[in-house]
């Protein structure tokens, strides 16, 4: 039996997956937009923050999101995880809250967009801030699932 | 571009509080924290087995039961819930080996390593369920649970279908109690408490020429293998028989009484050369005959029961050995004797038990009548002691390879001849007996360790014929 199977690649690519999107949610608030704000003039500044956000939330919905959602439902069926299951406390419960949790993420990734086309900056930052907050609780709940 | 600010802007303009990234990070948190509750709820961790219903089942009982998983079974391998209990299991591994525990449509645990837990939460539990080691040939080779709904009414289909499947338990004699989940008797469990194993020390010949020995034949019931109690057909109250042993030359008179109640006995003792017609005959219950030979040559013989059907009388217990000594035997510092066998579990004589008989698939193979006996009762010896084993094959069937692991034979004796002295050059790894075939084998035991013995086909050896030598310095 290959240690490095089919699952394995399935849970790779969730994984990989995850790792990445935060790790890019963390590029840009740490590191890109600050620097943006503060060697770009005001227009440049503005136009770079609106196009790398649009960007992100393209690659989130184009790629991030269709990986996640086919390897997170392909793992939960080889596990045999039924909608029933997921009120049962402990696995179910768990993966029912990280569900809810990232799609808690996800809306709020989508608000922050709209705030930000509506000019609502402040709004915009808090959004995108609760989003990757978010995202690490729903890395912190992945981790208290068993691998599958 | 007018009306835009970025996003350090003081407030005024309408935006949520100052610091957009704070309140960010509090309303995360906080969703974080809830997400989490609700991950862990519906039972707090070290619950007691049984508590009244909490949260929204009102009436609910939930019940905790430790589940071990080693040696290639679950235990408990059955569980019966009421319907409706909400059923958790806390699984640890004890084994070597790592293992891990699946249900079926339901949770699984990681793979886990020895000593460690995990919790399964199975919810209410509506209907029988299986679950098992995923790890590949460990569910194949009975590594399984039964979750069964106990219901009020007459036995469902499945509990019928379970019962029908394994051995009905006769009510007062015969019969055995049913061994649990997974084919064959438990042999990681342990024997009863107060079980003694049967000694494979090999006591020397007692003095004289002349041995006179009565052996009663009758019914017993034994632990053959752990928790598993079976009827045995017996001389002497043992399955095997006990042993006899004399040198070339001796006679045996032995005085074979039939104790049994409903069946006929005879004896016939491979180890003298007389015509059977009267000492081997069958006695009926009651009666008794005196037979008498001579042990012209030396050898690891059999005795059994002489009566028919002899593949029942024989592969029911009715065995033993008569070790003559071959002229100038080495002295050692430990001498064993096993006998192998098969064994049968099921009323004796009982028409499935008769079948397993005919077709070769006993439910354990054995050394002296108990399974992996010596697995939890270790022979003992010292490094650098040199041990003989004395094997007999009993059968009624099975021929026996007798090996033991990180050992080298260097003297190997079989029926009758020395195939093999530690002057020459090669060494031997099996002893190989046919049915009734017997001999020894000698070999010193180099360091401190733990040295397996076994019938080295892995059927047999995986079905209780297996033991251990303890080696200490």
Known sequence: MDTVGLWSLVRFAHVAGAALWVGGQLALSLVILPLARRLLGPEAKDRFTAEAGRRFGMLTGALFLPVQLGTGVAMAWHKGVTWASLAEPGYGRTLAAKLALFAVVMAAAAAHGIAHARHRADLARALAVVSLVGSLGVVLLATALPAT | ?473
């Open chain 2, 1 to 473: 571009m007018t009306g835009k600010q970025d996003g350090s802007a003081p407030a005024g303009a309408g935006g949520p509080a100052r610091r957009p990234a704070l309140l960010g990070t509090a309303a995360g948190a906080v969703l974080t924290v809830l997400a989490v509750l609700a991950a862990n709820s519906g039972g707090g961790t070290g619950d007691p087995a049984v508590a009244a219903g909490t949260g929204a089942g009102g009436t609910t009982v939930t019940r905790t039961v430790e589940v071990t998983l080693a040696g290639m079974r679950v235990r408990p391998a059955r569980i019966e819930v009421a319907e409706g209990t909400a059923l958790r299991l806390k699984v640890t591994n004890t084994d070597a080996v790592r293992h891990d525990l699946k249900v079926e449509d339901g949770p699984a645990t990681p793979l886990l390593t020895r000593g460690q837990s995990r919790t399964l939460d199975l919810g209410t539990v509506t209907g029988d369920r299986e679950a098992w080691c995923t790890l590949p040939g460990h569910r194949a080779a009975g590594m399984t649970l039964d979750i069964v709904v106990r219901d009020t009414g007459a036995g469902s289909a499945h509990r019928a279908a379970g019962d029908a499947h394994g051995d009905s338990t006769d009510g007062g004699h015969g019969g055995h109690s049913a061994p649990g989940g997974g084919t064959g008797p438990d042999l990681g469990a342990d024997f009863s408490r107060g079980w003694r194993e049967r000694t494979a020390d090999l006591a020397p010949a007692p003095g004289g020429r002349l041995h006179k020995v009565e052996l009663r034949a009758a019914h017993t019931t034994a632990e053959v293998a752990p928790g598993v109690k079976q009827q045995m057909w017996t001389f002497g109250g043992t399955a095997p028989g006990p042993t006899l042993r004399g040198r070339v030359g001796d006679v045996f008179e032995i005085t074979l009484v039939n104790d049994d109640e409903g069946m006929g006995h005879g004896i016939d003792f491979h180890a003298g050369s007389l015509a059977p017609d009267r000492p081997m005959r069958t006695l009926e219950p009651g009666e008794r005959l005196v037979y008498r030979f001579r042990a012209e040559r030396a050898g690891a013989w059999l005795y059994h029961c002489s009566t028919a059907p002899m593949l029942q009388h024989i592969g029911n217990g009715m065995y033993g050995a008569v070790v003559i000594d071959p002229p100038d035997l080495r002295k050692v510092d430990h001498e064993y004797l096993l006998v192998s066998s098969a064994l049968y579990l099921g009323p004796p004589g009982s028409t499935a038990q008769v079948a397993k008989m005919r077709e070769g698939t006993p439910d354990a193979w054995v050394f002296n009548g108990a399974a992996a006996q010596y697995a939890k009762r270790p022979l003992t010896v010292k490094a650098g002691d040199r041990a003989r084993f004395w094997v007999v094959d009993a059968g009624p069937s099975d021929p026996v390879a007798f090996h033991i692991v990180g050992t080298v034979f260097d003297t190997v004796y079989k029926e009758g001849a020395y195939l093999l002295t530690p002057g020459r050059p090669g060494g031997a790894q099996v002893l190989d007996l046919a049915p009734a075939q017997g001999g020894f084998v000698e070999t010193t035991f180099p360091e401190a360790g733990h040295y397996a013995f076994v019938d080295h086909d892995m059927r047999h050896a995986e079905a209780g014929a297996h033991g251990t030598v303890e080696v200490t310095r």
